[in-house]
């Protein structure tokens, strides 16, 4: 899937890594700390137009602390009116830390145990350099008291974070009881898992990654959890279509999809198909609900199908599913199928059967809940599309068990069902059967609109029959996807976006992606 993206750390591999250059390359602390801080002091320059009238810079006593009090010292020496506040006696430091503290003092940097409400509607800037990584459960005593404080008094100030909002468990997002709520976060070398897990995600603002002298080999090289979707890579993904290209070359992909009151969810898929880029859309779907999409789609090839005596998907079909497959690039079983026993026999026999790349979303998750040989048994590239409550119906687990750590959970589905496994929610994960873990970057509260799950399997099918390698049309259609819908907000705000806005949108999304954006 490329070898060049950003790798997100776990706490531990972070601490590991900061060790190792430390203890063993002989990087000094304070040469990481000074580069640390001055990146935080650059971003919160770029923040605030202009020089601030009054910037609070909140320490902790570890070396985020000495983040913080780099950022300050700097910012003091270019003509900031800063104030530190420090709630620990120096003797609590952190030796480097505790260095830092002995610079800013050298300058006349102002430092306060404490500070008053009037001083936080003051300020122009917050910098949040209490906690960092190191939390790993509720957040007590005085450093609550402060993050509660500078939480109520919002006023018009800028709050930004070092590596993560204070209060942030680094690796599960999780927040206890209490965490700073940032505009911007200063992460330092590499994202951290918490920045991207809900909540956390919440809290972190907008968020960038400082540089801050680890070795770039040495990263390439290291342990890590999960890789981040760059917009360089992605569009790499892009498929290309030549100038000589025809339907027939730039992929053709099946959609087995709809019942009786669900025809819509069949609709989105195939005109997502269109928009993602496939030369010709056939939908199966029973025979009796062709006439009342045949105007609708106007594009798409219909291939009516038996049904039940319900109205849904007949086991009979089957065999004549099975014929479109040489036909096809890539197919797409699921939206709108309805949960009917029959038809449930119905997709898992063709789910063991189909011989091609295999789209599995929606209903036809739940009919592989019931026995999901069908999945395992595959061969040929298989990609299923849950949502937190379908995850916890396919491993047998709670809701909450599945959304408790999203990457353990959607690495044992991986693994259990053979299957690259797009994990939606936030963050959205893209996991292969090999234990690699892709992150969308770009979620949106805009998604949360019914049919975006079958906007996005359509996508994915459409860049699959286009020739884009498995994992890599999952983890495309979820950037391309979010980006749309990025740029619908960017025009007319987060609501009233239907998931026909976000198709419409696809193709822009694209093109601004080839163009560099």
Known sequence: MGEKLMKILSAKQMRALDR?????????????????????????????????SMTLVLCGKGNNGGDGLVAARILQERGWLVLVVLPFPPGDLSSDALIMLSRAITVNVPIRMSTTDEELAEADVVIDALLGTGIYGPVD????????????????RKVLAVDIPSGIDADSGAVHNTAIRAECTVTLATPKLGLLNYPGSEYVGSWHVAAIGFPIELI????????????????????????AAHKRSVGWMLVVAGSPGMTGAAALACRSGYRSGAGLVRLALPEQLVPALNAQLTEVVFRPMPATASGTLSFTAVAQLLAEASEVDAALIGPGLSRNRATAIAVRQLVSKWPGPLVVDADALSAVAEDHTCLSCRTAPTIITPHPGEMARLLGITVTEAQADRIATAKAAAIKFNAIVVYKGTPALVVTPDGTVRVNPHGSPALATAGSGDVLAGSITALLAQGTPPAAAASLAL??????ANMLTARVGQHGITASDIIEELPAAMGELERGG
């Open 141 to 156: 005593g005085v450093l609550a008291e402060l993050i509660d404080q500078v939480n109520f008094v919002r006023g018009g």
């Open 479 to 484: 950037y391309i996807g979010s980006m749309a």
């Open 20 to 52: 190792y250059c430390i203890d063993d390359l002989k990087i000094p602390g304070v040469m990481l700390m000074e580069r640390a801080g001055q990146a935080v002091a650059n971003v919160a320059t770029s923040m605030y137009d202009g020089m601030s």
């Open 220 to 243: 390439a090289e290291w342990p890590y959890e999960a890789e981040l979707t760059e917009s360089a890579e992605a569009r790499s993904w892009l498929p290309v279509r030549p100038e």
